[in-house]
DNA sequence: CTGGGGAAGGGGCCC
DNA sequence: TGGGCCCCTTCCCCA
Protein backbone atom coordinates (compact mmCIF):
# COMPACT_ATOMS: atom_id res chain seq x y z
CA UNK A 1 0.00 0.00 0.00
CA UNK A 2 2.66 2.39 -0.99
CA UNK A 3 3.89 2.68 2.59
CA UNK A 4 6.41 4.76 1.63
CA UNK A 5 3.74 7.46 0.28
CA UNK A 6 1.72 7.36 3.40
CA UNK A 7 2.89 10.86 4.75
CA UNK A 8 -0.71 12.07 4.92
CA UNK A 9 -3.46 10.90 7.28
CA UNK A 10 -1.43 7.35 7.77
CA UNK A 11 1.46 8.88 9.53
CA UNK A 12 -0.21 11.54 11.20
CA UNK A 13 -1.73 8.78 13.82
CA UNK A 14 1.36 7.82 15.19
CA UNK A 15 1.65 5.89 18.49
CA UNK A 16 2.38 8.25 20.83
CA UNK A 17 5.56 7.83 22.80
CA UNK A 18 4.96 5.78 25.85
CA UNK A 19 2.20 3.88 24.92
CA UNK A 20 2.57 0.34 24.61
CA UNK A 21 -0.55 -0.72 24.19
CA UNK A 22 -2.76 0.95 21.97
CA UNK A 23 -6.58 0.76 22.06
CA UNK A 24 -8.42 -1.09 18.52
CA UNK A 25 -11.44 -0.66 19.19
CA UNK A 26 -11.81 3.27 19.40
CA UNK A 27 -14.32 3.94 16.24
CA UNK A 28 -12.07 5.99 14.32
CA UNK A 29 -14.35 8.49 14.17
CA UNK A 30 -12.92 12.07 12.20
CA UNK A 31 -15.67 14.11 11.89
CA UNK A 32 -14.97 16.36 9.66
CA UNK A 33 -18.05 17.27 9.24
CA UNK A 34 -19.06 14.44 7.50
CA UNK A 35 -22.33 14.25 8.99
CA UNK A 36 -23.80 16.69 6.84
CA UNK A 37 -21.69 17.09 4.42
CA UNK A 38 -23.08 13.75 3.03
CA UNK A 39 -26.01 15.10 2.44
CA UNK A 40 -25.07 17.63 0.30
CA UNK A 41 -22.10 16.72 -1.23
CA UNK A 42 -21.69 13.54 -4.09
CA UNK A 43 -18.84 12.48 -5.60
CA UNK A 44 -18.90 9.64 -7.32
CA UNK A 45 -16.30 8.73 -8.79
CA UNK A 46 -13.53 9.96 -6.52
CA UNK A 47 -10.93 10.42 -9.10
CA UNK A 48 -9.09 12.90 -8.26
CA UNK A 49 -10.83 15.27 -5.76
CA UNK A 50 -10.29 13.67 -2.74
CA UNK A 51 -9.96 15.63 0.26
CA UNK A 52 -6.22 15.33 0.40
CA UNK A 53 -6.40 15.07 4.07
CA UNK A 54 -6.75 11.71 2.94
CA UNK A 55 -3.73 11.10 2.11
CA UNK A 56 -3.92 7.32 3.18
CA UNK A 57 -6.03 5.84 -0.52
CA UNK A 58 -5.59 9.01 -1.70
CA UNK A 59 -2.67 8.06 -4.20
CA UNK A 60 -4.46 5.22 -4.67
CA UNK A 61 -7.20 6.71 -6.71
CA UNK A 62 -4.88 8.99 -8.83
CA UNK A 63 -4.89 6.61 -11.44
CA UNK A 64 -1.97 4.15 -9.67
CA UNK A 65 -3.87 1.57 -9.95
CA UNK A 66 -4.95 1.14 -6.44
CA UNK A 67 -5.67 -2.80 -5.44
CA UNK A 68 -9.78 -2.08 -4.96
CA UNK A 69 -10.44 0.61 -7.82
CA UNK A 70 -8.36 -1.57 -10.05
CA UNK A 71 -9.92 -4.71 -9.32
CA UNK A 72 -12.89 -3.66 -9.77
CA UNK A 73 -12.44 -1.78 -13.20
CA UNK A 74 -10.05 -4.38 -14.67
CA UNK A 75 -12.08 -7.31 -12.61
CA UNK A 76 -7.97 -8.94 -12.35
CA UNK A 77 -8.56 -9.21 -8.67
CA UNK A 78 -7.54 -12.57 -7.66
CA UNK A 79 -5.26 -13.42 -10.48
CA UNK A 80 -2.33 -15.06 -10.16
CA UNK A 81 0.52 -12.04 -10.87
CA UNK A 82 1.47 -14.28 -13.72
CA UNK A 83 -1.78 -12.79 -15.27
CA UNK A 84 -0.25 -8.88 -14.67
CA UNK A 85 -2.93 -6.77 -15.43
CA UNK A 86 -2.58 -5.34 -18.96
CA UNK A 87 -1.44 -1.49 -18.69
CA UNK A 88 -4.01 -1.15 -21.15
CA UNK A 89 -6.69 -1.75 -18.87
CA UNK A 90 -5.21 0.05 -15.52
CA UNK A 91 -5.26 3.00 -17.73
CA UNK A 92 -7.82 5.57 -16.49
CA UNK A 93 -10.65 4.76 -18.15
CA UNK A 94 -13.29 6.94 -19.37
CA UNK A 95 -15.37 6.75 -16.13
CA UNK A 96 -18.21 8.48 -15.41
CA UNK A 97 -17.27 11.03 -13.05
CA UNK A 98 -20.34 12.86 -11.41
CA UNK A 99 -18.90 15.17 -9.14
CA UNK A 100 -22.08 17.13 -7.44
CA UNK A 101 -21.31 19.92 -5.53
CA UNK A 102 -24.13 21.70 -3.52
CA UNK A 103 -25.50 24.90 -4.87
CA UNK A 104 -27.97 25.81 -2.84
CA UNK A 105 -27.11 24.77 0.53
CA UNK A 106 -29.94 23.25 1.41
CA UNK A 107 -30.40 19.56 2.09
CA UNK A 108 -32.72 19.70 -1.02
CA UNK A 109 -30.12 21.60 -2.63
CA UNK A 110 -29.53 21.76 -6.65
CA UNK A 111 -26.29 19.53 -7.42
CA UNK A 112 -23.88 20.62 -10.10
CA UNK A 113 -21.93 18.41 -11.35
CA UNK A 114 -18.02 19.81 -12.65
CA UNK A 115 -18.34 20.13 -16.00
CA UNK A 116 -21.36 21.43 -18.43
CA UNK A 117 -22.05 19.06 -21.01
CA UNK A 118 -25.02 16.79 -22.19
CA UNK A 119 -26.86 18.14 -19.28
CA UNK A 120 -28.65 15.22 -17.57
CA UNK A 121 -31.53 16.20 -15.00
CA UNK A 122 -32.07 13.53 -12.16
CA UNK A 123 -34.03 13.95 -9.77
CA UNK A 124 -33.43 11.16 -6.93
CA UNK A 125 -33.81 10.63 -3.37
CA UNK A 126 -31.22 8.28 -2.42
CA UNK A 127 -30.66 5.82 -0.09
CA UNK A 128 -27.94 3.78 -0.46
CA UNK A 129 -27.03 1.65 2.49
CA UNK A 130 -23.82 -0.43 0.59
CA UNK A 131 -21.88 -0.02 -2.58
CA UNK A 132 -22.52 -3.25 -2.93
CA UNK A 133 -26.12 -2.82 -3.01
CA UNK A 134 -26.93 -4.28 -0.05
CA UNK A 135 -30.07 -5.75 0.74
CA UNK A 136 -31.03 -5.93 4.34
CA UNK A 137 -28.54 -8.84 6.10
CA UNK A 138 -31.14 -8.60 9.01
CA UNK A 139 -33.72 -10.28 6.28
CA UNK A 140 -31.61 -11.70 3.86
CA UNK A 141 -30.32 -13.76 7.18
CA UNK A 142 -33.75 -14.49 8.40
CA UNK A 143 -36.66 -17.17 6.78
CA UNK A 144 -36.23 -20.48 8.24
CA UNK A 145 -33.18 -21.07 8.83
CA UNK A 146 -32.12 -20.29 12.62
CA UNK A 147 -28.69 -19.26 11.86
CA UNK A 148 -27.99 -15.18 12.47
CA UNK A 149 -28.13 -13.36 9.06
CA UNK A 150 -24.82 -11.79 7.62
CA UNK A 151 -24.04 -8.37 8.41
CA UNK A 152 -23.89 -7.36 4.92
CA UNK A 153 -25.80 -9.43 1.55
CA UNK A 154 -25.82 -8.05 -1.10
CA UNK A 155 -26.79 -8.80 -4.40
CA UNK A 156 -24.97 -8.95 -7.56
CA UNK A 157 -25.28 -5.83 -9.91
CA UNK A 158 -25.66 -6.64 -13.24
CA UNK A 159 -27.42 -4.82 -15.55
CA UNK A 160 -28.10 -5.05 -19.10
CA UNK A 161 -28.37 -1.33 -21.16
CA UNK A 162 -31.24 -2.06 -23.27
CA UNK A 163 -33.13 -3.46 -20.33
CA UNK A 164 -32.23 -1.14 -17.72
CA UNK A 165 -33.27 1.58 -20.04
CA UNK A 166 -36.51 -0.29 -20.32
CA UNK A 167 -37.26 -0.11 -17.08
CA UNK A 168 -35.96 3.18 -16.20
CA UNK A 169 -36.50 5.74 -18.25
CA UNK A 170 -39.72 8.10 -18.46
CA UNK A 171 -42.83 6.94 -15.73
CA UNK A 172 -40.43 4.16 -14.53
CA UNK A 173 -39.08 6.69 -12.01
CA UNK A 174 -42.22 6.28 -10.04
CA UNK A 175 -41.08 2.44 -10.07
CA UNK A 176 -38.07 2.74 -9.72
CA UNK A 177 -37.68 0.82 -6.77
CA UNK A 178 -41.35 0.06 -5.48
CA UNK A 179 -39.39 -1.78 -2.50
CA UNK A 180 -38.50 1.34 -0.76
CA UNK A 181 -41.56 3.81 -2.01
CA UNK A 182 -43.08 3.66 1.18
CA UNK A 183 -40.24 4.92 2.94
CA UNK A 184 -39.70 8.51 2.40
CA UNK A 185 -35.98 7.75 3.75
CA UNK A 186 -35.51 5.13 1.01
CA UNK A 187 -37.08 5.55 -2.12
CA UNK A 188 -34.84 5.77 -5.14
CA UNK A 189 -36.63 7.09 -7.73
CA UNK A 190 -34.93 8.00 -10.75
CA UNK A 191 -36.12 10.84 -13.32
CA UNK A 192 -35.19 10.75 -16.74
CA UNK A 193 -35.25 12.56 -19.63
CA UNK A 194 -36.18 11.46 -23.23
CA UNK A 195 -32.70 9.90 -24.70
CA UNK A 196 -31.18 10.39 -21.75
CA UNK A 197 -29.36 7.81 -20.11
CA UNK A 198 -30.69 6.38 -16.50
CA UNK A 199 -28.65 8.03 -14.71
CA UNK A 200 -29.62 6.63 -11.34
CA UNK A 201 -28.17 3.53 -12.60
CA UNK A 202 -25.11 4.81 -13.70
CA UNK A 203 -25.16 6.15 -10.13
CA UNK A 204 -25.21 2.44 -8.87
CA UNK A 205 -22.87 2.01 -11.02
CA UNK A 206 -19.98 3.82 -9.73
CA UNK A 207 -21.73 3.31 -6.21
CA UNK A 208 -20.10 -1.04 -6.57
CA UNK A 209 -17.41 1.18 -7.02
CA UNK A 210 -16.89 2.21 -3.79
CA UNK A 211 -18.64 5.71 -4.01
CA UNK A 212 -20.81 4.98 -1.70
CA UNK A 213 -19.31 4.22 0.96
CA UNK A 214 -19.83 7.71 2.79
CA UNK A 215 -23.04 6.81 2.73
CA UNK A 216 -22.88 3.53 3.74
CA UNK A 217 -20.02 3.45 5.96
CA UNK A 218 -22.30 4.80 8.88
CA UNK A 219 -24.42 1.60 8.72
CA UNK A 220 -21.75 -0.67 7.58
CA UNK A 221 -19.08 -0.76 9.47
CA UNK A 222 -21.27 -1.11 12.27
CA UNK A 223 -22.70 -4.39 10.87
CA UNK A 224 -25.92 -3.29 11.51
CA UNK A 225 -27.91 -2.25 8.33
CA UNK A 226 -31.52 -1.73 10.60
CA UNK A 227 -30.19 2.45 11.02
CA UNK A 228 -32.38 2.97 8.09
CA UNK A 229 -32.69 6.70 7.88
CA UNK A 230 -29.23 7.35 9.38
CA UNK A 231 -26.86 9.31 7.55
CA UNK A 232 -27.33 8.24 4.36
CA UNK A 233 -30.63 9.91 3.41
CA UNK A 234 -29.98 12.44 0.37
CA UNK A 235 -32.94 14.53 0.13
CA UNK A 236 -34.53 15.29 -3.14
CA UNK A 237 -31.45 15.82 -5.27
CA UNK A 238 -31.18 17.39 -8.85
CA UNK A 239 -28.64 16.14 -10.50
CA UNK A 240 -26.92 17.83 -13.49
CA UNK A 241 -24.56 15.33 -15.57
CA UNK A 242 -22.43 15.72 -18.20
CA UNK A 243 -19.90 14.66 -20.41
CA UNK A 244 -19.56 12.23 -22.59
CA UNK A 245 -19.02 9.88 -19.75
CA UNK A 246 -19.88 6.42 -21.42
CA UNK A 247 -23.36 6.02 -19.20
CA UNK A 248 -22.77 2.19 -19.73
CA UNK A 249 -23.28 -0.72 -17.03
CA UNK A 250 -24.02 -3.67 -19.11
CA UNK A 251 -22.94 -7.24 -17.87
CA UNK A 252 -19.03 -6.24 -19.03
CA UNK A 253 -17.18 -7.74 -16.23
CA UNK A 254 -15.78 -4.38 -15.42
CA UNK A 255 -18.94 -3.45 -13.44
CA UNK A 256 -19.87 -7.07 -12.65
CA UNK A 257 -19.72 -7.20 -8.79
CA UNK A 258 -16.85 -5.55 -6.68
CA UNK A 259 -14.29 -6.48 -8.96
CA UNK A 260 -13.00 -8.86 -6.25
CA UNK A 261 -14.60 -12.15 -7.44
CA UNK A 262 -11.95 -14.69 -8.03
CA UNK A 263 -11.17 -16.57 -11.35
CA UNK A 264 -13.92 -16.87 -13.50
CA UNK A 265 -16.71 -17.06 -10.71
CA UNK A 266 -17.96 -13.51 -12.69
CA UNK A 267 -18.65 -15.16 -15.67
CA UNK A 268 -19.81 -18.08 -13.99
CA UNK A 269 -22.14 -15.84 -11.87
CA UNK A 270 -23.54 -13.70 -14.26
CA UNK A 271 -24.20 -17.01 -16.47
CA UNK A 272 -26.25 -17.86 -13.31
CA UNK A 273 -27.93 -14.77 -13.27
CA UNK A 274 -28.82 -14.89 -16.54
CA UNK A 275 -30.66 -18.33 -16.39
CA UNK A 276 -33.67 -17.85 -14.03
CA UNK A 277 -34.76 -14.51 -14.52
CA UNK A 278 -38.20 -15.16 -13.67
CA UNK A 279 -38.17 -15.57 -9.98
CA UNK A 280 -41.16 -13.60 -8.12
CA UNK A 281 -39.76 -10.92 -6.08
CA UNK A 282 -38.31 -11.71 -2.86
CA UNK A 283 -40.90 -11.98 0.08
CA UNK A 284 -38.33 -9.90 2.46
CA UNK A 285 -38.85 -7.08 0.53
CA UNK A 286 -42.54 -6.70 0.89
CA UNK A 287 -41.67 -7.25 4.73
CA UNK A 288 -39.31 -4.20 4.89
CA UNK A 289 -38.99 -1.43 1.74
CA UNK A 290 -35.75 -0.43 3.40
CA UNK A 291 -34.39 -3.37 3.03
CA UNK A 292 -34.29 -3.17 -0.94
CA UNK A 293 -33.14 0.45 -0.89
CA UNK A 294 -30.30 -0.74 -2.89
CA UNK A 295 -32.25 -2.28 -5.70
CA UNK A 296 -31.81 -0.76 -8.68
CA UNK A 297 -34.29 1.41 -10.50
CA UNK A 298 -35.17 -1.03 -12.57
CA UNK A 299 -36.92 -4.31 -13.19
CA UNK A 300 -33.90 -5.84 -14.38
CA UNK A 301 -31.83 -5.03 -11.72
CA UNK A 302 -34.74 -6.15 -9.52
CA UNK A 303 -34.85 -9.47 -10.93
CA UNK A 304 -31.08 -9.86 -10.21
CA UNK A 305 -31.99 -8.45 -7.41
CA UNK A 306 -33.70 -11.08 -6.63
CA UNK A 307 -32.17 -13.74 -7.76
CA UNK A 308 -28.98 -13.50 -5.46
CA UNK A 309 -31.95 -13.41 -3.17
CA UNK A 310 -32.98 -16.56 -3.84
CA UNK A 311 -29.41 -17.17 -3.70
CA UNK A 312 -30.18 -17.30 0.02
CA UNK A 313 -33.41 -18.75 -0.56
CA UNK A 314 -31.56 -21.57 -2.21
CA UNK A 315 -29.00 -21.86 0.79
CA UNK A 316 -32.01 -21.83 2.97
CA UNK A 317 -33.94 -24.43 0.61
CA UNK A 318 -30.45 -26.59 0.99
CA UNK A 319 -31.33 -25.96 4.85
CA UNK A 320 -34.61 -27.18 4.67
CA UNK A 321 -33.80 -29.97 2.17
CA UNK A 322 -30.48 -30.96 2.63
CA UNK A 323 -29.80 -30.17 6.46
CA UNK A 324 -33.59 -31.47 7.34
CA UNK A 325 -31.65 -34.76 8.05
CA UNK A 326 -29.03 -34.02 10.38
CA UNK A 327 -29.08 -33.06 13.68
CA UNK A 328 -25.58 -32.07 13.54
CA UNK A 329 -25.39 -28.35 13.74
CA UNK A 330 -21.58 -28.43 13.08
CA UNK A 331 -22.90 -30.53 9.89
CA UNK A 332 -22.02 -28.19 6.92
CA UNK A 333 -25.55 -28.42 5.06
CA UNK A 334 -25.26 -25.06 3.41
CA UNK A 335 -23.49 -25.05 0.38
CA UNK A 336 -22.22 -21.78 -1.58
CA UNK A 337 -24.02 -21.48 -4.93
CA UNK A 338 -21.03 -21.16 -6.50
CA UNK A 339 -18.84 -23.52 -5.79
CA UNK A 340 -21.09 -25.75 -3.43
CA UNK A 341 -18.41 -25.13 -0.53
CA UNK A 342 -20.43 -26.89 2.34
CA UNK A 343 -20.96 -24.06 5.89
CA UNK A 344 -22.27 -24.99 9.04
CA UNK A 345 -24.30 -21.76 9.11
CA UNK A 346 -26.07 -19.91 6.10
CA UNK A 347 -24.51 -17.15 7.60
CA UNK A 348 -21.13 -18.67 6.46
CA UNK A 349 -22.19 -19.19 3.32
CA UNK A 350 -23.30 -15.79 2.61
CA UNK A 351 -20.05 -14.73 4.04
CA UNK A 352 -18.41 -16.25 1.93
CA UNK A 353 -20.93 -16.25 -1.20
CA UNK A 354 -19.22 -12.63 -1.02
CA UNK A 355 -15.67 -13.91 -2.52
CA UNK A 356 -17.85 -14.61 -5.81
CA UNK A 357 -20.12 -11.57 -5.97
CA UNK A 358 -17.98 -9.39 -4.46
CA UNK A 359 -20.22 -8.04 -1.70
CA UNK A 360 -18.44 -5.97 0.33
CA UNK A 361 -20.51 -4.38 3.02
CA UNK A 362 -18.35 -2.42 5.57
CA UNK A 363 -16.91 0.82 4.24
CA UNK A 364 -14.05 2.80 6.12
CA UNK A 365 -15.71 6.00 7.02
CA UNK A 366 -12.36 7.67 6.14
CA UNK A 367 -11.21 6.09 2.49
CA UNK A 368 -12.98 4.43 -0.38
CA UNK A 369 -12.09 0.61 1.16
CA UNK A 370 -14.72 -1.88 1.53
CA UNK A 371 -14.62 -4.89 2.58
CA UNK A 372 -16.48 -8.47 2.46
CA UNK A 373 -16.21 -8.78 6.42
CA UNK A 374 -16.47 -6.38 9.72
CA UNK A 375 -13.16 -8.04 10.96
CA UNK A 376 -11.19 -6.55 7.13
CA UNK A 377 -12.33 -3.26 7.91
CA UNK A 378 -11.56 -3.36 11.86
CA UNK A 379 -8.02 -4.03 10.53
CA UNK A 380 -8.13 -1.90 7.74
CA UNK A 381 -9.03 0.95 9.95
CA UNK A 382 -5.12 0.58 12.09
CA UNK A 383 -4.11 2.28 8.87
CA UNK A 384 -5.59 5.29 9.87
CA UNK A 385 -5.42 5.31 13.16
CA UNK A 386 -2.03 4.05 13.53
CA UNK A 387 -2.42 1.26 15.77
CA UNK A 388 -0.19 -1.16 15.98
CA UNK A 389 -0.10 -3.21 18.76
CA UNK A 390 2.76 -5.64 17.98
CA UNK A 391 6.18 -4.81 18.63
CA UNK A 392 8.89 -6.70 18.08
CA UNK A 393 11.03 -7.86 20.82
CA UNK A 394 14.05 -7.89 19.03
CA UNK A 395 14.12 -4.44 17.29
CA UNK A 396 11.03 -2.31 18.80
CA UNK A 397 9.42 -2.23 15.64
CA UNK A 398 5.97 -1.98 15.80
CA UNK A 399 3.17 -3.95 13.59
CA UNK A 400 -0.32 -3.51 13.52
CA UNK A 401 -0.57 -6.80 12.75
CA UNK A 402 0.11 -10.28 14.34
CA UNK A 403 1.48 -11.85 10.92
CA UNK A 404 3.08 -8.74 9.99
CA UNK A 405 5.41 -9.34 12.76
CA UNK A 406 5.60 -12.68 12.63
CA UNK A 407 6.75 -12.35 9.18
CA UNK A 408 9.28 -9.42 10.54
CA UNK A 409 10.40 -11.45 12.98
CA UNK A 410 12.01 -13.84 10.23
CA UNK A 411 14.65 -10.83 9.85
CA UNK A 412 15.79 -11.60 13.16
CA UNK A 413 15.81 -15.22 13.18
CA UNK A 414 16.71 -15.32 9.26
CA UNK A 415 14.20 -18.50 9.18
CA UNK A 416 13.93 -19.60 5.62
CA UNK A 417 11.70 -21.91 5.63
CA UNK A 418 10.98 -22.61 1.94
CA UNK A 419 13.54 -24.47 -0.31
CA UNK A 420 13.33 -24.76 -3.60
CA UNK A 421 12.94 -28.05 -4.47
CA UNK A 422 15.21 -28.00 -7.85
CA UNK A 423 18.61 -26.33 -6.07
CA UNK A 424 17.73 -25.81 -2.42
CA UNK A 425 17.97 -22.49 -2.71
CA UNK A 426 15.88 -21.14 0.56
CA UNK A 427 13.63 -17.88 0.85
CA UNK A 428 11.65 -16.36 3.74
CA UNK A 429 9.28 -16.50 2.03
CA UNK A 430 6.74 -18.54 -0.15
CA UNK A 431 6.45 -15.50 -2.66
CA UNK A 432 10.31 -15.60 -3.04
CA UNK A 433 10.62 -19.19 -3.64
CA UNK A 434 7.42 -19.07 -5.83
CA UNK A 435 8.87 -16.67 -7.94
CA UNK A 436 12.51 -18.10 -8.02
CA UNK A 437 11.01 -20.94 -9.51
CA UNK A 438 9.02 -19.24 -12.18
CA UNK A 439 11.65 -17.77 -13.07
CA UNK A 440 14.42 -20.25 -13.15
CA UNK A 441 12.77 -23.55 -12.98
CA UNK A 442 9.88 -22.51 -15.20
CA UNK A 443 7.52 -23.32 -12.67
CA UNK A 444 5.20 -22.02 -10.19
C1' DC B 1 18.47 -3.04 -14.26
C1' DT B 2 17.57 -7.00 -11.55
C1' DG B 3 16.59 -9.62 -7.69
C1' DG B 4 16.25 -10.25 -2.72
C1' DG B 5 14.11 -8.67 1.08
C1' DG B 6 11.20 -5.77 4.36
C1' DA B 7 6.91 -3.76 5.25
C1' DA B 8 2.19 -3.35 4.76
C1' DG B 9 -2.26 -3.93 2.74
C1' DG B 10 -6.41 -6.97 1.66
C1' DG B 11 -8.67 -11.73 1.03
C1' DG B 12 -9.96 -15.79 2.92
C1' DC B 13 -10.34 -19.68 6.01
C1' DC B 14 -10.40 -21.94 10.45
C1' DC B 15 -11.21 -22.13 15.20
C1' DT C 1 -17.67 -12.36 16.61
C1' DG C 2 -13.08 -11.96 16.67
C1' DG C 3 -8.40 -13.65 16.60
C1' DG C 4 -4.92 -16.33 14.37
C1' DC C 5 -3.00 -17.61 10.43
C1' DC C 6 -1.78 -17.91 5.76
C1' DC C 7 -1.78 -16.30 1.13
C1' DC C 8 -1.20 -12.90 -2.29
C1' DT C 9 0.05 -8.51 -3.84
C1' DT C 10 2.27 -4.09 -4.00
C1' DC C 11 5.56 -0.66 -2.87
C1' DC C 12 9.89 0.42 -1.53
C1' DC C 13 14.79 -0.08 -0.50
C1' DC C 14 19.18 -1.77 -1.38
C1' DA C 15 23.02 -4.58 -2.98
Not at 29 to 41: F, K, P
Not at 130 to 153: F, K, M, N, V
Not at 395 to 415: A, I, P, W
Request: glycine share 10%; net charge neutral; aromatic share 6%.
Amino acid sequence: MARGQLTGGHRSFVKPVGHNTWIDDQPDTVDEGSGTSIQHVIVIESADAEDPGHGVKQHRSEGEGPRQSGDIQTGVAGAPYETMEDPTTSAPQPRTRLSITEVSGRPDAVLKSETDTKPLTVTQRLLHRGSDHISDPERLGQGPLSCPPASGSEYLPVFHQSQRMVHSRGDGYGDALDTGGDDPSCSYTTEMGPGNMPLGLETQTDLSKGDWNQYSSSLHSEGCLDKKGEVIVIDEVTVKMEGDAPLTWNADKTHLGEGHSQGNTRDFLETKINVATHSHLHAFRDRDSVSTSMAPSNSQGRILFDQVLNSNDRAGAQAQGVGATSGNSKEKRFFCMFCNKGFSCPQKVEIHQRVHTGGKPFSCTQCQMRFAQARGLKRHQRVHTGVKPYSCPQCEKRFSRQDHLKMHLKVHTGEKPFACMHCGKRFSERRYLRIHQQKNHSTG
